[in-house]
């Protein structure tokens, strides 16, 4: 896939901004579903791939929301992610001293409108460490898209991008890069306000199933009853290989597994009420209420980097 789709790409950002700015104002996760995840995916940084983006990652006293892997697996860069409209301002220096602290050599920084990257080592103030300034909002997108190839796979897992188009002095000119095999996947849908983030959602009892969730991905599956909450979180976590077999079993308490390979906890005792995940050898144990559901997998995403605030359920009407 070549530059005009990333063109394209950052054309539907620029819509999503106008058109939805109001809620995507309203928090982070909403930002980053709809204007950063899609923007690293068509820059060729898949947010799904755990070989190729780490969420939450550890720096220092703090957490990245974004590690960049290197072929190697080491990070070529942090991005620190706010939601639209931030102020980017206060965050630059906690930003950069993390990746310093962390020995990452390029630490970005965005509202899903504004995107900054800073060479983190460089000897000189902090305006003159910034190698990429971009407002989508503001420009045309060719020229934003352009820009933006400083953060494309290739060229910053190299360990020294090159901005598109620019020469370098002394050397054998290195080719502009051109994202000619990324791929651009379908853009989320943007959040609506019949959905509520899983963190935030306490129903009084007897309230109906919601219909439906949405993943860190935008990927959506419709619900039928409360338990499938659990088992459809487990789902995903395990086709991302973020929940692997080594973390099995899974126990909520010294008594109670939740997420076994077979239904017995480990006393002994069989689960009352479980189901088989299809195509896996999981089985989680749902003899659950509608609040243990959600509590369990709360804990669920958090043990394993994906904060429930990245999960979404569309609410029953």
């Known amino acids: 896939m070549g530059l005009a789709d990333l063109v394209q790409c950052v054309e539907l950002l620029k819509e999503r901004i106008q058109s939805h700015g109001a809620a995507l104002r309203e928090n982070e996760t909403r930002t980053r579903?709809?204007?950063?995840?899609?923007?690293?995916?068509?820059?060729?940084?898949?947010?799904?791939?755990?070989?190729?983006?780490?969420?939450?990652?550890?720096?220092?006293?703090?957490?990245a929301d974004y590690a960049l892997l290197r072929p190697d697996g080491r990070p070529a860069a942090t991005v620190e992610a706010k939601k639209l409209g931030a102020g980017l301002t206060s965050h630059r220096m906690q930003m950069l001293n993390y990746a310093n602290?962390?020995?990452?050599?390029?630490?970005?920084?965005?509202?899903?409108?504004?995107?900054?990257?800073?060479?983190?080592?460089?000897?000189?103030?902090?305006?003159?460490?910034?190698?990429?300034?971009?407002?989508?909002?503001?420009?045309?997108?060719?020229?934003?898209?352009?820009?933006?190839?400083?953060?494309?796979?290739?060229?910053?897992?190299?360990?020294?991008?090159?901005?598109?188009g620019t020469p370098i002095v002394g050397e054998t000119p290195r080719p502009t890069p051109t994202p000619d095999d990324v791929e651009l996947p379908p853009m989320p849908r943007p959040v609506s306000a019949d959905w509520v983030e899983l963190s935030e959602y306490h129903p009084p009892g007897g309230t109906s199933c919601p219909t439906a969730i949405r993943f860190w991905d935008g990927?959506?599956?419709?619900l039928k009853n409360w338990n499938e909450i659990l088992t459809d979180v487990v789902r995903k976590l395990y086709a991302e290989q973020w929940l692997t077999l080594e973390d099995v079993p899974i126990g909520w308490s010294k008594k109670v597994y939740s997420v076994n390979t077979k239904p017995v906890h480990p006393t002994g005792k069989p689960f009352i009420n479980y189901r088989n995940i299809e195509g896996t050898p999981l089985i989680v144990n749902v003899n659950l209420n509608a609040g243990q559901v959600r509590k369990n997998t709360k804990k669920l995403l958090d043990r394993f980097g994906q904060k429930s605030a990245k999960v979404y359920l569309r609410i029953a009407k």
């Open 33 to 63: 579903m709809a204007l950063i995840d899609p923007l690293l995916h068509a820059l060729g940084w898949n947010v799904s791939d755990p070989g190729v983006i780490t969420p939450e990652y550890r720096v220092a006293e703090g957490w």
């Open 101 to 164: 602290a962390a020995g990452i050599t390029y630490a970005g920084l965005t509202d899903g409108n504004h995107w900054e990257l800073y060479d983190v080592f460089r000897q000189a103030a902090l305006e003159e460490r910034r190698i990429l300034e971009v407002s989508i909002a503001d420009a045309p997108a060719h020229e934003s898209a352009l820009k933006l190839l400083l953060l494309w796979r290739p060229n910053l897992a190299s360990g020294q991008p090159v901005p598109a």
């Open 219 to 222: 990927s959506e599956r419709p």
